[in-house]
Nanobody, 122 residues
Framework: QVQLVESGGGLVQAGGSLSVSCLASGGTFSMYTMAWFRQAPGKEREFVANIWPGGTSYYQNSVKGRFTISRDNAKSTVYLQMNSLKPEDTAVYYC????????????????WGQGTQVTVSS
């Protein structure tokens, strides 16, 4: 059983930067596809970015060029660096993991963290 714990959320002004982290335990981290999703109030959970075991990454179009996902297998941690933040990026950000190379489907991920709030003020 994999446990995921996010950290690093907070309040930032539009145009600012924030980084969130997700520490994994209970599995062989390097073998998992790791992902970030987000959910804004009243909206469905949506894919933000993911990174495969070999390091290949994919992004939602609206965050390309602004967000960067990375992983440190030695620390069992995945990161999401968010730059040029916009008010529409406000959401609870969730870390997710699955033991195969897959894409952005919410239902495809087996393990989820509790989420961390990111609020971007205008």
């Amino acid at each position: 059983q994999v446990q995921l714990v996010e950290s690093g959320g907070g309040l930032v002004q539009a145009g600012g930067s924030l980084s969130v982290s997700c520490l994994a335990s209970g599995g062989t981290f390097s073998m998992y596809t790791m992902a970030w999703f987000r959910q804004a109030p009243g909206k469905e959970r949506e894919f933000v970015a993911n990174i495969w075991p070999g390091g290949t990454s994919y992004y939602q179009n609206s965050v390309k060029g602004r967000f960067t996902i990375s992983r440190d297998n030695a620390k069992s941690t995945v990161y999401l660096q968010m730059n040029s933040l916009k008010p529409e990026d406000t959401a609870v950000y969730y870390c997710a993991a699955v033991l195969r190379r897959i894409g952005p489907s919410v239902t495809a991920y087996d393990y989820w963290g509790q989420g961390t709030q990111v609020t971007v003020s205008s």
